[in-house]
């Protein structure tokens, strides 16, 4: 697995474990970063959407991917910049742990593809390339 494909593994699994305990045991996660609990379905609907989306993460890590990777990078900035205007706007403190690890992610993400370095196959001096 190439170091882009593991960084949205790493992701995948992070908002698969999210997407679980939104399922499962929502209140317990929303009582860890003092937002207030909930019967309301939304927070079990959201759950439902991270498991859905941790699956295309996972797919795309295993099948190498690289537009998708590319375009994840664009999609966590954007969630990660939204999280932190919430903050802002509102005052959701507990957002932006969420926001930051979104923009960890993307960045590290990021990192890895400028850092991969196309592989080509030296031609000896005066050799000519295979047809």
Known sequence: MSPAARTVQVFGLYILFVGFILVVIPNVLLGVFGIPATDEPWIRILGLVLLALAGYYLV?????????????????????????????????????????VDIAGALWTRAVLANKQPKRQATPAGASDPI
């Open 60 to 100: 795309a890590a295993r099948s190498e991917l690289t537009a998708f990777f590319q375009a994840t990078v664009a999609g966590r900035l954007f969630i990660g910049a939204g999280l932190i205007v919430m903050v802002a706007l509102w005052g959701y403190w507990t957002a932006v742990v969420f926001g930051l």
